[in-house]
Structure formats: C-alpha cells, structure tokens
C-alpha cells in the first residue's frame, strides 16, 4: 500500500499521509478520534484532484478484482472518497 501511495504522491506531485485511526465496521471511533483516511495535500489544487483521481482508480481496480474472482470473500465495509 505505501509503494502505491509513494508512485502516486510522485505521479500527482502531492503528499499522501494516512491518518486516523483503525475501527472495526460497526464501531464508532474513540472519542476525539477519526477513521482511517488519507490526507492529500499540495499548495496546487491540480495536484490533489491528480492524487484524488488515481486513488479513485485504484480502489475501483481492486474492487474490480475482488469481484471477479471466485478465491476471495467480499468484506462489506464501505468505503468513501472525499
């Protein structure tokens, strides 16, 4: 996951930092707590729609894979990009 964050970060000319903290799917997060999620952050705003982009794409690709292959068990966590 890192690998991919870097190749994008340097592709989109943004930094990418994953923050917050893990919840399990049905669980609300600590108090003054956030989920998971990934910052992206550059002083140019075609930088972060760059970033915001491929992630997009990736998460659809895998998504994608998970679906088609008969080997995997979908976990039904949602997902958001914002």
């Known amino acids: 996951m890192y690998e991919a964050l870097a190749q994008i970060s340097e592709y989109s000319e943004a930094g990418i930092t994953v923050?917050?903290?893990?919840v399990p799917p049905g669980k609300n997060p600590p108090e003054g707590e956030r989920k998971l999620y990934l910052a992206i952050e550059s002083s140019q705003e075609l930088a972060?729609?760059?970033a915001k982009s491929e992630i997009t794409r990736l998460i659809k690709e895998e998504l994608l894979k998970l679906q088609t292959s008969a080997h995997h068990v979908i976990n039904k966590?949602?997902?958001k990009v914002i």
């Open 48 to 50: 972060v729609a760059k």
């Open 19 to 22: 923050r917050g903290t893990y």
């Open 77 to 79: 966590a949602r997902y």
